[in-house]
């Protein structure tokens, strides 16, 4: 059992393709409760979105953030 996450980040606020209005802290709480909710399983996370190459690495880095 593994639990496989497509990790699109072009929600990211400042995307330049999409509207949405996510911040790397959103990014951070998703990932929190995703551990809390499933603690038993591997995580396999997909980078699958994702074009504000500048802030990018910021909202990867608080996704992965440890517990």
């Known amino acids: 059992?593994?639990?496989?996450?497509?990790?699109?980040?072009d929600a990211l606020d400042s995307?330049?393709?999409a509207s949405f209005?996510?911040?790397?802290?959103?990014?951070?709480?998703a990932a929190v409760l995703i551990r809390k909710t499933f603690p038993e399983l591997p995580i396999i996370a997909g980078l699958e979105g994702g074009y504000d190459v500048e802030r990018l690495p910021e909202a990867i880095?608080?996704?992965?953030?440890p517990l």
């Open 1 to 9: 059992d593994l639990l496989i996450i497509s990790a699109g980040f």
């Open 15 to 17: 995307d330049p393709l």
């Open 21 to 29: 209005e996510l911040t790397p802290q959103d990014f951070r709480q």
């Open 61 to 65: 880095s608080a996704f992965l953030e």
